[in-house]
C-alpha cells in the first residue's frame, strides 16, 4: 500500500509542473538539463549527417532505426500531425525501451487529455501547437491514483502494489 | 428549402432552427437559405446546438417535414417505440415518417 | 465473480472525475465537439438519432443482481426506463442527457461498473463464453484471464489513440458461443498433450464492411505469457497500421495486407521483447483474480428430475436450458425476444425481476449473451419450474433460444445515426411471421442477424440468414445473405442477389426457409442444407 496518492505519477514521481529556470514558456518541458537548440532534421537526413544531433520522427518513421546512432541523439522531436494518429506513443515508448534518455518532445497536434499517457509513454517536453491551459494540463496530469501496467516512467503497476 | 437540425448540447435533444432559436418541433424550421453556415457557426460557437448541419426540407399541409427518411425518424422518435415520440398520444402521428 | 479491491475502485472514481471535468469543459465551450468526441467515445457516450446514447460495460458479460438493479434504477431515473443489451455484452441507454453523465458514472462506480472503453479507438470491453464457469464442455473458467486483461488494457499509454476499435474474446471450450474468429485478437483455452493449459490465439477477424474471420497465429500460448504477447500483437498493430482512411485502419486488413506469416513473425519478435521486460501479470496476480471466480458452493445429492407435467414449461425447458457442469444444477437463458418486441430491450421492471432472480436462485449471478440474451448460469433443476413461471409472469418467458425467432438485431435507423435502414422492425415482422411454436421448433437452430448499415453490428456476416439495410435512393432497401456462423465452424455469409423492401425481405426469408423444409436431409439445420447445396440451391426459390 502507498500512501502518497501520487507516488505511482507519470515520470516516475508526482505530476506536477514546477517552474523551470527556463521561464513560462518552458512549463511544458519536464526536464532539468538545458533544451538542445540545434533544429531538427528527417530522419533520413539525420542517419546521413554525422554531426546532427536533433532528430524528426514523422508519424510513419520506424525509430527503431536510431538503434545504431543512438548515443549521439540529444532531442528527438515526435510528431502528430493529427491526435487521431497514435504511431507516436509506439515511438516513444520503444525509444525509451532501447534506452534512450534525452529529451522526446511530442508537436503537433497534443490534445492536452493525452498528455498524461504521453508523459507515460517517455514524452518529456511539450510543444502543442495550439497553447494548453496550464491549469488543465496539471489536472490532467494528477487524475489517475495508480496505474494498471508498465509503460516507460518508472510508475508501479497496481498489479506489483498488490503482492509487494 | 434548407432547414437546420441539430442537438441540444445539454440534453441531446433533436432541435431545429426556428429563425430565432432552436425548437423540438420540426414544424417550427424555417429556411435558412444561404445563411445556414454563418447560423451553425454562430450558434455553435455559442454553445446552443451540437453537430448540426443543413438539410433539404419541404413544406407540406401539415407543416414543414425533412427530405430524408433519417430525419423524418429524428423529428418525430423511434417508430417502433411510438410511445417514446413527440406526440405519443396520436395514433397517425407517425404516418409521414416512413 | 470479480471484486474491485481499493486500486479498482479508485481507478473507476478518478475516471468519473475525469469524465465530469471533460464534460464541464464541454458544456462551458471550452471545447467543440470535434474535440470532445474522442473523449466522450472513450466513456461509452455517443451522439445518437435522438439523444445521448451511453454504453455501460459488462465484463466478459458477468454482472450481479446488485449490479443489475443499478442498471434498472439509470434506466428509470436517468432514461426512458428501459435498457437494449448490445452484441458485445454490454447494455446500451437511448436518451442520456449530457449533463447528467457524470452521475450517471459515479452511480455506476458504486456497484463497481464502468463505461470505460465501450467505444472510441480503444480496446473494449472483453466478451467471453456466457456459460463460463458453468458449461459443461469447459476445460476452466476463461474469465480470471478475461479480467486481467481487462486491467492490464484500462488506460494503457501506448494504445491511447488505436488505429481503430479492438475486440478481443476469451473462451475455454470446444463449442464456440462467443464468434470467437469475428474478433480481432481472439483466445481460446485449450489443454496439450501434456495436460498443460494454454492459448490459441487467432487473430485479424471483424465484421464491419471488410469482413476477415480471425487466423489462427499460435497454436498453443502459454497462460502466463498472455499479456506480452497482446502487447506485441496491439504494438505490431499501432505501429504499421494505415492512417490515412478509417476505413482500412482494422487489424483484419493489417494481418491481410502483411499476410498472415508475416503478420505473426512480426508479432512474435516484439513478444521476446515484451517477455524480456517482465510485461505479464505473476501467478500470485492470477491466483488472486482466479479466487473470486471459485465456484459457487454447490449442493450435493440433488434431484436430476424435472416435472415436464406443464407442457408450456416443457417447451421453454427444452429450449432454454443448457447442460451445467455441476449435478442436479442447469444453465437457463433467458429470451430477450419476445415475439414483436424490439431485441435485446428490457425495461427497469424486468431488470429487477431478473436480479432477483439471480439473487434467489443462481448464488446472484447474471450474464449478458452476444446474442442479446441474458443467463442465469447456475440455477438448481428442482428450481426450473418456478423461475420460468416468474419470467413468464413478466414477459420473459419466450421459448426461443437460437431458433428462427431468436433474432439478433442493431438498433438500427430507429436510433442510430450511422445506419441507413431500420433493424427492428424486421426483426419483429419476421418474428411474427414465424410465431407458431411448432414451426419453429420444427425449423431447429436458424440464426437470423439483422444490421441497418454495413458497420455489421448486428452480425449479418455470421448470420445462417443475415440481413443489411442499405440506404437505395433514399428508401429502405434488404440485401438478403446466407451461410454465415460465428460458431466452432466460422463462416461468412454471402450475399443472395438483389435487395428487398421491407416486406419482400419478409417474404424472401420465408421462400429461403421453406426451401430449407423441402430439401433437407434428416438430421440437417438450414446451415448444414445450405453448406450441402450452395447458393445455387437456395437461389431460385428466393427469386424465382
Known amino acids: 500500500m502507498v500512501d502518497d496518492p501520487r507516488a505511482g505519477g507519470p515520470g516516475g514521481g508526482p505530476g506536477t509542473l514546477e517552474p523551470t529556470p527556463g521561464g513560462e514558456r518552458d512549463w511544458l518541458r519536464f526536464r532539468d538539463d538545458p533544451a538542445p537548440d540545434e533544429p531538427v532534421v528527417t530522419l533520413d537526413t539525420f542517419l546521413d549527417q554525422s554531426n546532427a544531433s536533433s532528430v524528426l520522427i514523422e508519424a510513419g518513421d520506424d525509430v527503431r532505426r536510431l538503434a545504431p546512432v543512438l548515443d549521439r541523439v540529444r532531442l528527438v522531436e515526435i510528431d502528430f500531425p493529427k491526435f487521431r494518429d497514435g504511431r507516436g506513443f509506439s515511438s516513444a515508448r520503444v525509444l525509451r525501451e532501447m534506452g534512450y534518455e534525452g529529451e522526446i518532445k511530442a508537436t503537433g497536434e497534443v490534445l492536452v487529455d493525452l498528455i498524461y499517457f504521453m508523459r507515460r509513454c517517455g514524452f518529456d517536453s511539450f510543444a502543442p501547437h495550439v497553447p494548453l491551459d496550464r491549469a488543465e494540463v496539471e489536472a490532467v496530469l494528477n487524475r489517475y491514483p495508480h496505474v494498471y501496467q508498465h509503460a516507460a516512467d518508472a510508475a508501479v503497476p497496481i498489479w506489483q502494489l498488490r503482492h509487494g | 428549402m434548407k432547414i437546420l437540425t441539430g442537438n441540444d448540447l445539454k440534453t441531446g435533444h433533436v432541435i431545429w432552427w426556428d429563425g430565432q432559436g432552436w425548437s423540438l418541433h420540426v414544424e417550427d424550421a424555417v429556411d435558412a437559405g444561404d445563411r445556414a453556415d454563418a447560423i451553425i457557426a454562430r450558434e455553435e460557437a455559442e454553445c446552443r446546438v451540437n453537430g448540426a448541419y443543413a438539410i433539404d426540407g419541404e413544406k407540406t399541409a401539415d407543416g414543414v417535414r425533412p427530405a430524408h427518411i433519417k430525419d423524418r425518424i429524428r423529428a418525430l422518435g423511434p417508430t417502433v417505440r411510438p410511445d417514446l415520440t413527440l406526440k405519443p398520444a396520436d395514433p397517425n402521428a407517425g404516418n409521414w415518417v416512413i | 465473480m470479480y471484486k474491485y479491491d481499493q486500486y479498482d475502485q479508485a481507478m473507476v472514481d478518478a475516471r468519473v472525475e475525469d469524465f465530469r471535468d471533460q464534460t464541464r469543459r464541454r458544456l462551458e465551450g471550452k471545447m467543440t465537439d470535434d474535440q470532445f468526441k474522442p473523449l466522450r467515445l472513450k466513456n461509452g457516450l455517443y451522439l445518437q438519432l435522438h439523444a445521448y446514447m451511453l454504453r455501460v460495460a459488462i465484463p466478459y458479460g458477468t454482472l450481479n443482481s446488485r449490479q443489475m438493479r443499478k442498471l434498472a434504477h439509470i434506466a428509470r431515473t436517468y432514461d426512458r426506463g428501459y435498457g437494449h443489451f448490445t452484441t458485445r455484452q454490454n447494455i446500451q441507454y437511448n436518451w442520456i442527457k449530457?449533463?447528467?453523465?457524470?452521475?450517471?458514472?459515479?452511480?455506476?462506480?458504486?456497484?463497481?461498473?464502468?463505461?470505460?472503453?465501450?467505444?472510441?479507438?480503444?480496446?473494449?470491453?472483453?466478451?467471453?463464453?456466457?456459460?463460463?464457469?458453468?458449461?459443461?464442455?469447459e476445460i476452466i473458467d476463461p474469465r480470471p484471464w478475461a479480467e486481467m486483461i481487462r486491467q492490464m488494457t484500462t488506460f494503457m499509454p501506448e494504445f491511447s489513440y488505436l488505429p481503430r476499435k479492438f475486440k478481443i474474446a476469451v473462451i475455454a471450450?470446444?463449442?464456440?458461443?462467443?464468434a470467437l474468429r469475428w474478433h480481432d485478437c481472439a483466445l481460446r483455452i485449450v489443454q496439450n498433450e501434456a495436460g498443460e493449459i494454454g492459448f490459441e490465439v487467432f487473430a485479424g477477424g471483424g465484421m464491419g464492411r471488410t469482413p476477415f474471420i480471425a487466423y489462427r497465429i499460435r497454436e498453443f500460448l502459454p497462460t502466463d505469457q498472455i499479456l506480452s504477447y497482446l502487447q506485441a500483437i496491439l504494438r505490431v498493430w499501432n505501429r504499421n497500421a494505415r492512417r490515412d482512411n478509417i476505413h482500412k485502419q482494422r487489424m483484419k486488413i493489417l494481418v491481410h495486407e502483411l499476410g498472415e506469416d508475416e503478420f505473426r513473425r512480426q508479432v512474435e519478435e516484439e513478444f521476446q521483447h515484451f517477455l524480456a521486460l517482465g510485461e505479464d501479470f505473476p501467478q500470485a496476480e492470477y491466483d488472486r483474480i482466479a479466487a473470486y471466480f471459485a465456484p459457487p458452493p454447490f449442493e450435493t445429492d440433488l434431484s436430476e428430475e424435472i416435472d415436464r407435467s406443464d407442457p408450456d414449461f416443457a417447451l421453454?425447458?427444452?429450449h432454454q436450458v443448457a447442460a451445467h457442469k455441476a449435478p442436479g444444477y442447469a444453465i437457463v437463458n433467458i429470451s430477450l425476444k419476445p415475439i414483436g418486441q424490439i431485441p435485446g430491450d428490457i425495461s427497469a421492471e424486468q431488470m429487477e425481476l431478473v436480479a432477483d432472480l439471480a439473487e434467489r436462485y443462481s448464488f446472484d449471478e447474471l450474464r449478458a449473451t452476444h446474442a442479446q440474451n441474458?443467463?442465469?448460469?447456475?440455477?438448481?433443476k428442482q428450481d426450473l419450474h418456478a423461475i420460468w413461471t416468474a419470467l413468464h409472469e413478466a414477459g420473459l418467458g419466450e421459448a426461443n433460444l437460437d431458433l428462427v425467432t431468436d433474432i439478433i438485431a442493431c438498433p438500427g435507423l430507429d436510433y442510430c445515426s450511422l445506419a441507413n435502414a431500420r433493424s427492428i422492425p424486421v426483426a419483429q415482422k419476421i418474428a411474427e411471421r414465424f410465431a407458431d411454436a411448432e414451426r419453429q421448433k420444427d425449423l431447429g437452430e436458424l440464426k437470423i442477424k439483422i444490421s441497418g448499415c454495413i458497420n455489421a453490428c448486428g452480425h449479418h456476416h455470421a448470420g445462417h440468414i443475415g440481413i443489411l439495410g442499405v440506404d437505395r435512393k433514399g428508401t429502405e432497401n434488404y440485401q438478403l445473405l446466407l451461410g454465415g456462423?460465428?460458431?466452432?465452424?466460422?463462416?461468412?455469409?454471402?450475399?443472395?442477389?438483389?435487395?428487398?423492401?421491407?416486406?419482400?425481405?419478409?417474404?424472401?426469408?420465408?421462400?429461403?426457409?421453406?426451401?430449407?423444409?423441402e430439401i433437407r436431409e434428416p438430421g440437417e439445420r438450414f446451415l448444414d442444407t445450405y453448406r450441402r447445396v450452395g447458393m445455387d440451391g437456395f437461389k431460385e426459390a428466393i427469386y424465382g
Open chain 3, 485 to 517: 456462423s460465428g460458431d466452432e465452424e466460422t463462416s461468412q455469409a454471402k450475399i443472395t442477389g438483389p435487395g428487398f423492401d421491407e416486406a419482400g425481405i419478409v417474404d424472401a426469408v420465408e421462400r429461403a426457409v421453406e426451401r430449407y423444409r
Open chain 3, 173 to 178: 471450450a470446444e463449442a464456440d458461443r462467443a
Open chain 3, 98 to 137: 449530457l449533463e447528467d453523465a457524470p452521475d450517471i458514472l459515479a452511480e455506476l462506480a458504486t456497484v463497481e461498473m464502468h463505461a470505460i472503453q465501450t467505444s472510441g479507438e480503444s480496446i473494449r470491453n472483453i466478451s467471453a463464453d456466457q456459460y463460463a464457469g458453468a458449461a459443461a464442455d
Open chain 3, 374 to 380: 441474458l443467463v442465469l448460469p447456475h440455477v438448481r
Open chain 3, 316 to 318: 421453454w425447458a427444452d
